[in-house]
């Protein structure tokens, strides 16, 4: 069966601090992933999305980048935190071409301080 | 650019009563697929039910029903016999088959009363 690891699972950074999030998926190949991110009580506002290696679509111009160096790994990236980068990042992963919906990862609360 | 609209930020229901929430969205494809998640207070996001654009049949599972009006893109949820357990946070999504992009609205926080 797939599954899905994200960590850490909580994370306080100092502002103008690096940032790395992973992501791994297990069970599958070629599939696409997903990062959201989750103001607090809010919607879940689509990051960065992959469909391969090398194949990452921005959503938002931001203060965030990500990276695929491996078929099933996801990276979250920032060279410099900000206290707007606080909240709730959750990864996920669905099954290239295929009907189903997205699988998540049990997130990361980060806290910019 | 797709995007998802959920008008109603809070619900709430009589344990045992059914609710509907409603969701609409903006595409101009004729393929792709829509999706209802629950997110419970533990965070985790939980596929509650799917459908898929060119099905005509409105999605069952168990309790949970939608009402799939293509023509007015709109794409709402019915809980019928609502339990405690269904309290959370319930979001809307699109998914394009070309792009494999998943975007969700803002949510619906409902709550049971008991």
């Known amino acids: 069966s797939q599954t899905i690891h994200q960590w850490p699972a909580t994370l306080v950074q100092p502002v103008g601090s690096p940032l790395s999030l992973e992501c791994t998926v297990e069970?599958?190949?070629?599939?696409?992933l997903y990062w959201y991110r989750q103001a607090a009580g809010r919607g879940l506002q689509l990051l960065f999305y992959?469909?391969?290696?090398?194949?990452i679509s921005s959503e938002v111009p931001q203060n965030l980048s990500a990276s695929r160096p491996q078929d099933r790994q996801f990276i979250l990236s920032s060279k410099k935190l900000l206290l707007s980068d606080s909240g709730f990042y959750l990864c996920?992963?669905?099954?290239?071409?295929?009907?189903?919906?997205?699988?998540f990862g049990q997130g990361t609360r980060l806290t910019v301080v | 650019a797709q995007t998802v609209t959920q008008s109603q930020p809070e619900m709430s229901v009589q344990e045992a009563e059914t609710v509907t929430l409603s969701c609409t969205y903006d595409?101009?494809?004729?393929?792709?697929?829509l999706f209802w998640y629950k997110q419970p207070p533990s965070r985790q996001m939980i596929l509650v039910i799917r459908?898929?654009?060119?099905?005509?049949q409105n999605a069952t599972e168990n309790r949970f029903s939608v009402n799939f009006q293509k023509a007015a893109k709109s794409f709402s949820l019915k809980i019928s016999d609502s339990q405690l357990g269904d309290a959370a946070m319930y979001f809307c999504?699109?998914?394009?088959?070309?792009?494999?992009?998943?975007?969700f609205g803002q949510g619906t926080r409902l709550t049971i009363n008991p």
């Open positions: 595409t101009s494809e004729s393929d792709y697929y």
């Open positions: 999504a699109y998914r394009s088959p070309d792009a494999q992009k998943l975007v």
């Open positions: 996920a992963w669905s099954a290239r071409g295929r009907r189903g919906g997205a699988f």
């Open positions: 992959s469909i391969g290696i090398d194949q």
């Open positions: 459908q898929e654009a060119y099905k005509q």
């Open positions: 069970g599958t190949s070629n599939p696409n």
